[in-house]
């Protein structure tokens, strides 16, 4: 299978991303040991209460910790029921491409990390970023655009699709983590 | 590498000599007393040891745009997973190499720019013309006493400072070829150093120009002159400058005020070239930032179109050719494949351009191709209604053809729903074509893209015709350098911290979302009585907005370099005064010698001055190199988002509390001094990022525990207002008790006991053993 990039010349190189189907999605998060949720700042995400909420369960379902871009954070803080960060994504990153980084919890860093919301261009450069420097990590983009730099990343959809798809695929999620 | 041999004193039987300097094929008169200290002209590894000692602390940071390598004809080569090139060059390294060229690219523009403007004053003024910035500026040339080592006192003594510049960018561009440099490390201080000498280009250029030409010499009053796109007069004939170097547009003033008609015609310029033609003359007028560009030339309103150096666009002469607008080009860097007529008789150069035979040619000499310019567009200006056509109808009829496939957002630099906004507009609904003006970096890379060939950002211009014409600012033009007398006045309370910071805005319009955001952050720190400071197309952008009562910032607050007030420098050139502010605070309030010191200067400036630059909107490479010559001297520089694809950052980890120590001046002893600066240069993704950021980066070691408690209740009450939170690093930057703010104290001392927090030292740093005064 392959897709191009959501912007036309953002295409990296020979390895780009697998392109991940939401409907399969739900059974790979089951393999994931010790995933991070990452909230950039394209406030159409965030500031969608439905959008968020289902974030929300998402990490809480898999029991990750959500760390969300600081202008978009007030949108967050008052989920009490899981671990929300406020941080710069690129400081983020920088502390991720570190194998031996304690984490949030100090034990230990990630094996897997999943974006959502951030600007494209921004965010399709921390993703280059983990590519050539975080061989430790897998990097999933749950956005609505294809991300070549990601190992795994949605295809181009529009946002009426993506909205139901990323709906589904929480309700999955988040059913499959109560069973 | 220039030699020199300073003779102090000598006397025999034929000779007396005092304080004399001999450098190769040079005679420098020496009138400087101060002594020579260790890196008078520093070659390129000179500074190495305090590049990597800086680079410890703030590890590059790359984030590649391109995983490919084709430079050599081994290529291409792929660089994933590790893989080597041919070569044998890793990612990491081959990061670092472009880096570096991308810095040379911008020295090297800032180094030609200067060595022609010095080339034309020398011509015009002669050699022995005095480098004058004015009665209250005795330290003229900060970064060429730190740099060079030399104090300039005629235009002709720059030469000498720019055969070393030159000399630099082309060592420096030969670690670049395949089989020279190969760790990513010494990559970067190779550009730190292309920084460097970029930086004292700047200062070569622009101290010139202010001493030669009549701008202001550093006058926070500098007369506030007409920008935007709405203030030109369309009834004159318009001539319109292009590019950086003021040279050939002062010459059209020089030619229409000798022949007795400047006001007659309109002079007006985009880019730094427009700053530095209101700097000489203030009837003359800015369009805009480099943005405006395409929109501009399409509008046709320009009758002549003078280009000079950078920033230009590359398919400007063709837009233009489309209007019948006349091009002249004027400097060997953009010959643009056009006819040289620099030796033609000026009236058939003159006929040639009017007839539209030759629409387009080369003269390179500025004064000819002024004068050019002016009887050229009082011939055609009267006929400009009937060349150009409306593309009114044309446009409208062309967006009709719209599919909304998509393809122009995709294109998009900065992903604007632009197909939204072309689309909408078939059932006559312009409105969201006028909003994404706002935000619109006018590129046309949308266009590019349309498969039907709509000329999109003419769609725009159509849709926001009633805001481009209502677009009439205030700036205040550039003033040039900071006064002795105001860093004798706020040296102390920069460097104790109790004027919070210096915070710059920098660099060029490629802004995430529109100049809004820009000016609200200026509006921010000038509230809040940090010091604003504005160069380059930032300037400009801060401008181009109007507060409820109808004045930009500029109106609104003083241009004096001090608390609370808003201060235009001029073009990018004229960063060098940004820049040299800290160099002249070190020396005028710390008494700190420059002569040839650079680590030492480096050192004190990213221990105790609290200056950070926001390059909002960076994106040529002269504002990579600008801002890597700011980071050599210790000078946070903090990025929009689209300067992640600078690929490179230079970070620091708050959490190594071994990176953080510094040596205490007084006893010798390494203490820990706390993250600050956090980081040297960092990409924000949002405005409000970049703010709480940028007030962050203003702590520095050696703050006063009264400085310290300024800064952070901004920190603070900027971190709540914008995240909605108390700051969790909180505990990295309060030393003692007395660095909390008093309102808060009790609150924030409970979260810091919660946090393990213990009290620590305020030493007297530095990360130099050598400045070390007493060992224990
Ligand atoms: S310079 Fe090295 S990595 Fe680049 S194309 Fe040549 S061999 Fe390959
Ligand atoms: S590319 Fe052209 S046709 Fe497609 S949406 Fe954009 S303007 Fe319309
Ligand atoms: S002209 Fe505006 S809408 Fe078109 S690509 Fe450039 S920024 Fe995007």
């Known amino acids: 299978m392959s897709a191009t990039p959501w912007q036309i010349g953002d295409v990296p190189g020979p390895k780009q991303a697998h392109i991940l189907r939401p409907e399969v999605f739900p059974k790979i998060v089951k393999t994931l040991k010790r ?79 999943l974006f959502v919301g951030g600007v494209y261009y921004f965010q399709s450069q921390m993703l280059s970023t983990l590519k050539h420097f975080a061989p430790h990590l897998k990097t999933f983009s749950m956005d609505r655009f294809y991300h070549p730099n990601a190992e795994f990343s949605f295809e181009n959809m529009s946002e009426v699709r ?10 999955t999620i988040k059913s499959s983590s109560v069973s | 590498m220039t030699t020199k041999l300073s003779i102090n004193e000598l006397e025999s039987s034929f000779a007396k000599i005092k304080g004399l300097e001999l450098l190769i094929g040079k005679i420098v008169e020496e009138e400087w007393d101060e002594i020579v200290g260790p890196t008078p002209y520093p070659s390129i590894t000179d500074l190495r040891t305090w590049d990597h000692r800086l680079l410890q602390r703030y590890e590059p940071f790359y984030s590649p745009l391109c995983d490919m390598c084709c430079l050599c004809t081994f290529g291409k080569c792929d660089l994933t997973k590790g893989k080597k090139g041919s070569c044998g060059i890793d990612i990491r390294s081959q990061q670092g190499k472009i880096v570096l060229i991308a810095c040379l690219m911008g020295a090297a523009c800032h180094a030609t720019h200067a060595r022609h403007i010095v080339n034309y004053l020398i011509e015009k003024k002669g050699r022995d013309y005095p480098i004058h910035l004015g009665e209250e500026i005795e330290l003229e040339a900060p970064l060429i006493r730190l740099v060079a080592g030399i104090k300039p006192k005629k235009l002709g003594d720059l030469e000498e400072v720019l055969d070393y510049i030159e000399r630099q960018i082309t060592h420096l561009l030969s670690a670049t070829a395949t089989g020279q440099e190969e760790s990513y490390i010494d990559f970067e201080s190779k550009a ?18 202010i001493s030669a030409l009549r701008f202001p010499k550093g006058d926070p009053d500098a007369p506030l002159v007409d920008l935007g796109m709405g203030v030109i007069d369309k009834t004159k004939p318009v001539i319109l400058c292009v590019g950086h170097n003021v040279a050939p547009g002062s010459e059209v003033i020089n030619y229409l005020e000798k022949s007795g008609i400047y006001g007659s015609v309109e002079v007006a310029g985009i880019c730094c070239t427009a700053h530095d033609l209101t700097r000489y003359s203030t009837g003359a007028k800015i369009v805009g930032p480099l943005s405006r560009q395409l929109i501009f030339v399409r509008s046709g309103v320009a009758d002549v179109i003078i280009l000079d ?33 620099t030796k033609s008789p000026i009236e058939s150069i003159i006929k040639e351009l009017v007839s539209g035979s030759v629409p387009a040619v080369l003269i ?137 910071g210096v915070i710059a805005f920098v660099g060029c319009a490629n802004y995430p979302n529109g100049n809004k955001e820009l000016v609200e952050m200026a509006d921010e720190f000038a509230k809040r009585r940090y010091i604003v400071v504005a160069s380059g197309c930032a300037a400009m952008d801060i401008a181009r907005y109007k507060d409820e009562d109808g004045q930009t910032l500029y109106e ?57 630059a926001i390059a909002w909107g960076a994106q040529h490479q002269k504002a990579a190199s600008i801002a890597t010559g700011a980071n050599r001297l210790g000078i946070p520089v903090i990025l929009g988002p689209q300067g992640v694809k600078y690929r490179r950052a230079y970070l620091g980890r708050a959490d190594k509390k071994e990176n953080w120590i510094v040596y205490n001046a007084r006893t010798g002893e390494k203490v820990y001094a706390g993250p600050a600066p956090e980081h040297l240069l960092y990409v924000t993704e949002s405005k409000e990022e970049a703010i709480v950021t940028a007030a962050r980066l203003v702590m520095r070691p050696n703050d ?73």
């Open chain 1, 35 to 113: 995933p991070l949720i990452v909230v950039g700042s394209r406030k159409e995400v965030s500031e969608d209460k439905d959008i968020a909420n289902n974030i929300v369960i998402m990490a809480k379902s898999m029991n990750s910790p959500l760390v969300v871009s600081p202008s978009v954070f007030k949108n967050f803080m008052k989920f009490k029921d899981v671990k929300v960060v406020c941080m710069g994504i690129e400081d983020l990153v920088n502390h991720l491409k570190e194998k031996e980084w304690k984490g949030f919890d100090d034990k230990g860093n990630y094996d897997s990390i």
């Open chain 1, 162 to 171: 993506w909205v139901q798809e990323f709906r589904g695929m929480v309700e």
């Open chain 2, 192 to 209: 730190l150093h292309a920084g460097m000498v970029d930086n004292v280009a700047l200062e070569v250029a622009d101290i010139a120009q």
């Open chain 2, 309 to 341: 150096q950078e920033c230009i666009r590359t398919d400007i002469i063709d837009e233009a050719k489309k209007v019948g607008t006349r091009v002249i080009t004027t400097i060997d860097q953009v010959c643009a494949g056009l006819p040289d007529m």
């Open chain 2, 364 to 500: 390179h000499d500025p004064a000819k191709a002024g004068e050019v310019a002016v009887k050229v567009a009082l011939e055609i200006a009267p006929n400009r209604r009937a060349r150009i056509v409306s593309d009114e109808q044309e446009v409208l009829d062309a967006i009709l053809r719209c599919k909304d496939c998509g393809r122009c957002r995709r294109n998009c630099p900065i992903d604007l729903p632009i197909n939204e906004a072309v689309y909408a507009s078939h059932e006559k609904n312009f409105d969201l074509l006028a909003e994404i003006y706002n935000q619109c970096l006018l590129c046309g890379r949308c266009e590019s893209e349309c498969p039907e060939h709509i000329p999109i950002v003419s769609a725009i211009r159509v849709a926001a015709m009633e805001k481009i014409r209502n677009e009439k600012y205030k700036i205040r033009s550039g003033r040039g350098p900071i006064k002795d007398t105001e860093i004798r006045k706020v040296g102390r309370p920069i460097v104790m911290g109790e004027i919070p």
């Open chain 2, 556 to 612: 609104k607050y003083a241009g004096d370099f001090d608390a609370g007030c808003i201060l235009n420098t001029g073009s990018c050139v004229s960063n060098a005064h940004i820049i040299g502010a800290a160099v002249k605070i070190a020396n005028i309030f710390a008494n700190r010698k420059l002569r040839g010191n650079f680590e030492e200067i480096a050192d004190y400036i990213l221990n105790r001055i609290g200056a950070v």
């Open chain 2, 704 to 776: 006063t525990n009264k400085g310290r408690m300024i800064k952070l209740s901004h920190y603070i009450d900027l971190h709540q207002k914008l995240y909605g939170i108390l700051p969790e690093d909180l505990h990295l930057f309060v030393r003692t008790e007395a660095d909390l703010p008093l309102t808060m104290k009790d609150q924030l001392l409970k979260m810091l006991k919660k946090r393990g927090w213990e009290p620590m030292e305020l030493p007297d740093p530095t990360l130099l053993e050598r400045q070390i005064i007493r060992r224990e």
